[in-house]
């Protein structure tokens, strides 16, 4: 039995075919199927049906994906602890983050970081949590922050935070800034949405359903600063997390507003590799990036939340 088998044998469970596999490995499908053959005849047990809609994890099959996935993870984590020790902060990391923390969250991390780990090479990448989650999974980023959504085989997530949503409009006399809103006792309103693979938009919808929120239009954009800017500039009104616009509280050019009716919460996951530990040079950058978010989900809650 070697590592090599295993990482196969997580490919071929998380991506429910040979050539997914294959093609998330850089290897061959005539590779792939030749090494499980090797790990099924060594653990004496079939460990994939198959069929001409793909492979499915046999119970034994299931048995040793669990236990695969602890072994390459704590393989992951015994190479990280001893590169530890020998002080070697140097490397790379790539995170993702979704647009609403980037904004207020990521320039200072970065400022910081850069100065204390000069070494360390970082690729920060901005994009929805599908997107995110995919990049995980292939590892072409180390972890990301997003929304919690449905559970994602070979994904391991950790709860972060939590924020709030906060009604943003253009500057308006009849309704001074920061004060709260009843969105269920409002004029239609026409709002700026994020498209459908946003894993906000589900929720925003959920609570105008349920409440019955009036709603005359709804225009979707996917791109934050241009839908702020939209909104400071017309009568579009917009629903966001407070992290992206708590630096606003002391500007004038558009007015933000907790809301009461229905409160609102978002709350922020990290996703990584189930089968496989964070390096010390990532350990690093999420250890800064989860105590800023932090920080800023406070200032959040207590400027734009129901108690503001």
Avoid at 196 to 217: D, G, L, T, V, W
Wanted: net charge negative; with cysteine.
């Amino acid at each position: 039995m070697r590592l090599r088998q295993l990482r196969f044998l997580v490919a071929v469970v998380e991506e429910g075919s040979f050539t997914a596999a294959a093609t998330r490995m850089h290897a061959t499908q005539s590779g792939i199927s030749a090494q499980i053959k090797l790990l099924e005849e060594s653990l004496n047990a079939q460990l994939f049906e198959r069929s001409v809609a793909g492979v499915v994890p046999t119970k034994a099959g299931k048995l040793a994906y669990q236990r695969a996935t602890l072994i390459l993870r704590e393989t992951s984590a015994m190479k990280a602890d001893v590169a530890d020790l020998h002080g070697n902060i140097s490397g790379k990391v790539s995170a993702g983050l979704m647009p609403t923390t980037t904004r207020s969250v990521v320039a200072p991390v970065l400022e910081k970081f850069a100065n204390s780990f000069p070494n360390i090479e970082v690729k920060v990448e901005e994009a929805y949590s599908a997107h995110l989650c995919a990049g995980v999974m292939s590892g072409r980023l180390d972890f990301a922050v997003v929304p919690p959504s449905k559970t994602i085989a070979g994904l391991r997530s950790t709860q972060l935070d939590t924020d709030v949503e906060v009604f943003v409009t253009a500057p308006n006399k009849d309704r001074a800034h920061l004060s709260p809103v009843d969105l269920t006792k409002m004029p239609p309103l026409k709002l700026v949405l994020p498209g459908p693979e946003n894993a906000r938009r589900e929720k925003i919808e959920e609570s105008i359903q349920s409440f019955n929120i009036p709603i005359a239009k709804i225009m979707e954009l996917d791109a934050m600063m241009a839908t702020l800017d939209l909104v400071s500039r017309s009568d579009w009104t917009t629903i966001v997390p407070g992290c992206l616009v708590i630096d606003d509280v002391d500007l004038v050019d558009r007015h933000l507003h907790p809301i009461v009716q229905p409160a609102m919460t978002l709350n922020y996951v990290l996703i990584e590799q189930a089968s496989s530990s964070l390096t010390p040079t990532a350990q690093l950058l999420r250890d800064a990036l989860e105590s800023e978010l932090s920080s800023v989900c406070a200032r959040s809650r207590l400027e734009l939340g129901l108690n503001a």
